[in-house]
């Protein structure tokens, strides 16, 4: 099972930029799929991005071209870059974990999750 823990989360204006964190278990990387959610409030969760074991990445129609993740395997760490952030950005981010890429990149469904970290776009 992969333990996740996120931070970076925060209150930023629209246009602003933002950066989320997810440091994993030592196991993940090389094995996992790792992804970023969101949740805002009164909605379903919603998929933004991931990075497949072999390290490509992709991410959501909504956030393509703002969003970037990236990943620091000597920190066992992986970003979300979040750049010219809108009001609805704003939710819980949790990343999650899942041996399954294709699970994960196209089902956009995970076994491991983080805590979550609140991010607010609001002016």
């Known amino acids: 099972q992969a333990q996740l823990v996120e931070s970076g989360g925060g209150l930023v204006q629209p246009g602003g930029s933002l950066r989320v964190s997810c440091v994993a278990s030592p196991w993940v990387f090389g094995s996992y799929a790792i992804g970023w959610f969101r949740q805002a409030s009164g909605k379903e969760r919603e998929w933004v991005s991931c990075m497949r074991n072999d390290g490509t990445t992709e991410v959501a129609n909504s956030v393509r071209g703002r969003f970037v993740m990236s990943s620091d395997h000597a920190k066992r760490t992986v970003h979300l870059q979040m750049n010219s952030l809108k009001s609805e950005d704003t939710g819980i981010y949790y990343c999650?974990?899942?041996?399954?890429?294709?699970?994960?990149?196209?089902?956009?469904?995970?076994?491991?999750w983080g805590q979550g970290t609140q991010v607010t776009v609001s002016s």
């Open positions: 999650a974990a899942d041996l399954n890429s294709w699970r994960l990149c196209t089902l956009n469904e995970a076994d491991d």
